[in-house]
């Protein structure tokens, strides 16, 4: 059974950074996509970032492109999205998921695996 377990998540001021892990175990690491979703009260499920298999090639939502980055450590199985410039509207749980396929997906159905989540509360 592959489980994602993430952490990082706080209590950070507007224009705050936070860097958010996610380690993976019980799976092939480097033959998953990895992603970053986030879902805040009373709304969807929504995509931030995503990373392909071994590859490594990065997809970033309009919406935090140029604030947030994707990353992945396979030898670690190991993905991370580092967060700057934080604002208000990016307070969420941050989800990590795990997807096999080849390139990478912003479409939560199209991932396999999912950790329980990470808060992140920005303060304004």
């Known amino acids: 059974q592959v489980q994602l377990v993430e952490s990082g998540g706080g209590l950070v001021q507007a224009g705050g950074s936070l860097r958010l892990s996610c380690v993976a175990s019980g799976g092939t690491f480097d033959t998953y996509a990895m992603a970053w979703f986030r879902q805040a009260p009373g709304k969807e499920r929504e995509f931030v970032a995503a990373?392909?298999?071994?590859?490594?090639?990065?997809y970033i939502a309009g919406s935090v492109r140029g604030r947030f980055t994707i990353s992945r450590d396979n030898a670690k199985n190991t993905v991370s999205l580092q967060m700057i410039s934080l604002k208000p509207e990016d307070t969420a749980v941050y989800y990590c998921?795990?997807?096999?396929?080849?390139?990478?997906?912003?479409?939560?159905?199209?991932?396999?695996?999912w950790g329980q989540g990470t808060q992140v509360t920005v303060s304004s």
């Open positions: 990373i392909r298999r071994e590859v490594g090639t990065t």
């Open positions: 998921a795990a997807g096999v396929m080849d390139y990478w997906s912003a479409l939560s159905n199209d991932y396999d695996y």
